[in-house]
């Protein structure tokens, strides 16, 4: 089990040189924090990956959770996880120091949290969750909730969730039926059912505490009378003890993969005997929620960057010692075979993998700097710009690895041919693990109608402007340099591509309405996606030729050479792809919008 | 277990109305067949695939074969399935009356065999190897061999295979080492290991047939020295009786999806004790078994259109009865929610998989009516005309729908949301089931090798020739048509661009070698995939116009308007996609085959 899941290396190159982290520890909010303290992090991080979760990464795939007595067995060290997670400061790791946190940039925390993805995707959400869940309670929730609630979290003693999804709701919040009425003593009762509520219910911690939406009687219809809850498996009472709140799972889900967490269906208040306490103010729960789900959908483009990147390393090693066949044109067969790497084809599968997975990551670094630049900075003005940024690039930074991550997986086990089929090698389940991730926290369906409905146009197009501002500080770099303004230039002209589409498709939507306007918005997110990415790359390479040409340690030579590569990799291959989405795009016909549902009968 | 996996309507479409199967009867050799036996062989066909082989889609999926004392024991009804397909003539469908087959035309074998990898795909896989097995005898072998063994296969009482890989020889054929010692008797020592075998071993037949490549001692050496041979798991006797021919299972491989068919690790005459039977001549093994291999990859391709077609019905049926949100600008919630199926992009979405399943299924059926022409025709030009057409068409047949499948079938779980990734619904078996297809049978790079490589360039370019005077009928049926002529246009472009390309490559390959003329040949055979079903799109929309012209039954308008509207969704969403594929081919560096294997270190 000593097998490579991710590299370090490249994740300190990332880090240090394309993101530059250290600059953070210049504003005041991170001022404790050094290099020094980042390097130890992320050693303690790689140690508590490769001991504490890539063991058990086989083994929670292969034990279904199950529900024995009204509790949800899991793996045995799924306490572990949660106690190393809570004690070793994980769980609060960006928590403000007041609420005894270690304050430190979000941009760490993802880093260990791409680690913890990598080497075990399942194991790596129950703190990942409880972190998320607690925070939303610190930003919103009263002072006796905090105290109540977030300390037995925080030491990972106690499970956080976010319970949105109803069995007639998943994309439709409006549709929430989950009641809460109020007892008069500063409490609600809480009845209803919540599906795929992922660690919803198990036996590796001692309370569960839900982070739930419901409705309270005689609320403004749809999302304008969600409000938020924290509905705990068992409430605490004055003294201290725990007593069971009436929140009972129906059902654990068996999954394709991902299988080390159970995803669960719960009963809530069945036995009228559920109590929820509210967050914030009634009818703002969707809003709360949101800050949970951005966070929860940059985790999901992360995880599914981890994955990607785990399936990479491990195709990337089977390359390097399958011998198989010889090069084009050598006739003698008494030659041994080649290593399968120097194959033209295999190498084009595997820069496609590394383009995915690297390319992805430093998106979502990207938006990690500027969620941790929008904590950190005082002047209202720079921390609007810092959040319109994330706001435009979360549906981007969600989809890109989630959906290009299936290809990426599949790759991963064709480079392996039939072995990769099969059990005996890790691919296949990172190819089962990773399909959940266009799924949750919002569909690419979803994601695809906030980028082009909300993103794009909000403030005017001002997140727009902003993000095409960013990327003219690296085309400005990029045209210095000789040998990448032939990239700057394919950058730029794919921004003036997304441009004309956009102004189409706002044509479109005063002339032709919402449904027409819509109808291909995940083509446009798909298309923004690999321009996105393209700049990530740019940025990456830029980097890279900084280091060669500095002549920097001997030792990264290789992977500067390889970022540069898999740079024009990216534009010579991916980007290209954009033409055939604009030419679609750029399409008159409502072809999806207008077909008859009887198109389909046969 | 009612679920509607296929549409017989739209499969009698297929063969009647867009490739007009009953044309074949006027041929001599299909001349005791007519369309009133087709349809018998459909509904016995249709009957067989529920009755026989989804009941059990699911269980052979969780029961994993296992080895038990030296034999792998397998689903109890593969014995039935085995015994059915035997008794009932399906095994034999397709052999000459010679062999006591029913001389049918493979368009109709196919079709039922579509139906049945539909219903159950492992199920299916048991029957039709045994088929190509024993036409491979019946084809090249020695009347004693077919006397021997044809037929117990054709009856379902032994299984046929094709044993083919090594451990250190899977796409590279020429590092064959299995070994084949002349006894002087008329029969061969056999001794090596091979992998992979689908079917290798099981318990649902008496006997196991293996049509195994070897080498003669002091063969040539590469591809020029391979023998075929059969080598049973027990050899008949002179008194009828069987004795084990050592012939063992050393390792039943878990795989990820495919789960009802063994695919077995074998150890051949360990012990010294092997005996196998020379087909044909020595040396010409590979040659014999490429008529198998040619069977298989379109068999290959047909399954891969059942998964994608049984996903594609799972997620309609779902989208039909799931609702869930409103129209876009629908703002009263006091309106129930709609189902899913009336969303733009569910309903794009299932366009994609209606267009890969349908259009897919157009080209298998299309290259069987080849085959059976070659088959038929008696004029030896016409012969390899219908041959040519074949060849070239194989590669795309077999990997357009493994390949797009994959995608199909994933759109199937996007449709269900989290339900599609949960084991309650059919569809994530679906999408494990069908990631086999671009691996077996010739990965999608040895496609795309043989297409460019070979197929392309065939007799000065003949086969190509060929294939574009079969679609320029189809275009000038299509320039007949004033609502057609747009596509017509747009499928003539397509041609014109895969031309440029082709010339663009054959430039390369003579100016810079076979490395750099084949690294992208995989790219090459996607964009040839779009615009050859792009041609099968053209035509069904054509046959559909007549039959919505002609005013035929009321009941066929909505298959008829169906195909109309897929068809253009292909050409407007689909079909562009060539132009991001094309710039990447024109290209002129030749960056995967040149980069160096250090970029990969991190």
Chains 1, 2 share one sequence.
Not at 229 to 248: C, H, I, M, Q, S
Not at 317 to 346: C, F, M, N, S, W
Not at 380 to 397: G, Q, R, S, V
Request: proline share 4%; charged share 20%; glycine share 8%.
């Amino acid at each position: 089990m000593a097998a490579k899941f991710a590299s370090e290396k490249n994740l300190k190159f990332m880090l240090y040189e394309v993101h530059d982290l250290v600059s953070l520890t210049k504003q005041e909010y991170f001022s404790m924090h050094n290099k020094k303290t980042f390097d130890m992090i992320l050693s303690a991080g790689m140690k508590m990956a490769k001991d504490l979760y890539y063991p058990i990464f086989k083994e929670m795939d292969e034990v279904h959770p199950e529900l024995e007595n009204g509790t949800v067995k899991v793996h045995p060290n799924v306490r572990k996880i949660m106690r190393e997670a809570g004690e070793g400061g994980w769980i609060s790791a960006c928590f403000p120091t007041k609420f005894d946190g270690g304050q430190l940039p979000t941009m760490i925390n993802c880093a260990t949290h791409f680690l913890f993805g990598s080497a075990n995707y399942s194991g790596s959400v129950y703190p990942g969750l409880t972190s998320g869940a607690a925070m939303l309670i610190t930003s919103f929730g009263s002072q006796k909730l905090i105290d109540t609630f977030v300390p037995n979290m925080l030491e990972g003693l106690w499970q956080g969730t976010m319970a949105l999804t109803e069995p007639q709701a998943g994309s439709s919040l409006s549709d929430l039926t989950t009641t809460a009425v109020d007892k008069g003593d500063g409490t609600y009762s809480i009845k209803g059912q919540k599906v795929f509520i992922s660690a919803g219910d198990h036996d590796g911690v001692d309370n569960v505490v839900h982070l739930m939406l419901a409705k309270i009687e005689g609320a403004p219809l749809g999302v304008k009378g969600i409000s938020l809850f924290v509905v705990p498996k068992y409430r605490p009472l004055a003294d201290g003890t725990l007593e069971y709140n009436d929140v009972a799972v129906s059902q654990v889900f068996h999954k394709m993969g991902y299988r080390g967490a159970p995803i669960t269906e719960l009963a809530i208040g069945d036995k009228g005997d559920c109590v929820g306490w509210l967050v914030g103010q009634p009818h703002h729960g969707l809003k709360y929620m949101f800050q949970m789900m951005n966070g929860a959908r940059l985790d999901v483009g992360n995880a599914a960057t981890g994955i990607a990147s785990a399936a990479y390393q491990a195709s990337l090693d089977y390359a390097r010692q399958r011998p198989q066949g010889r090069k084009l044109g050598q006739k003698d067969l008494t030659k041994p075979q080649i290593p399968i790497i120097e194959h033209a084809d295999v190498k084009r599968m595997l820069l496609f993998q590394k383009a995915v997975a690297e390319g992805s990551l430093s998106l979502i670094l990207q938006c990690h700097k500027y969620e941790d630049l929008e904590t950190a900075s005082t002047d209202p003005e720079e921390k609007e710009k810092y959040n319109l940024l994330c706001e435009i690039l979360t549906p981007i930074a969600k989809t890109f690895p989630s959906e290009m991550g299936i290809q990426s997986t599949s790759y991963a086990i064709q480079c392996l041919g039939g072995y990769g089929y099969c059990q005996d090698f890790p691919v296949e389940q990172y190819y089962r693990d990773i399909r959940i991730h266009p799924i949750h926290e919002g569909t690419t369906g979803i994601q695809g109608m906030d980028l082009l409905g909300r993103k794009v146009i909000m403030q005017n197009g001002k997140a727009f402007q902003l993000f095409k501002d960013e990327m003219e500080k690296t085309l400005v770099m990029a045209e210095a340099a000789p040998e990448f303004q032939e990239y700057a230039k394919a950058l730029r002209a794919a921004i003036a591509d997304i441009e004309e589409v956009t102004a189409h498709k706002m044509q479109v939507a005063a002339t032709k309405g919402p449904e027409a306007f819509l109808a291909d918005s995940v083509l446009y997110l798909e298309m923004f996606g690999y321009a996105t990415i393209a700049w990530q790359w740019l940025l990456q390479a830029l980097m890279a030729q900084n280091g060669l040409d500095g002549g920097k340690a001997k030792t990264m030579k290789d992977l500067y050479e390889g970022k540069v590569i898999t740079c024009k990799y990216f534009f010579k291959y991916e980007v290209p792809k954009m033409q055939g989405l604009k030419i679609r795009l750029m399409e008159d016909d409502y072809l999806t919008a207008e077909a008859p549902v009887s198109c389909f009968n046969d």
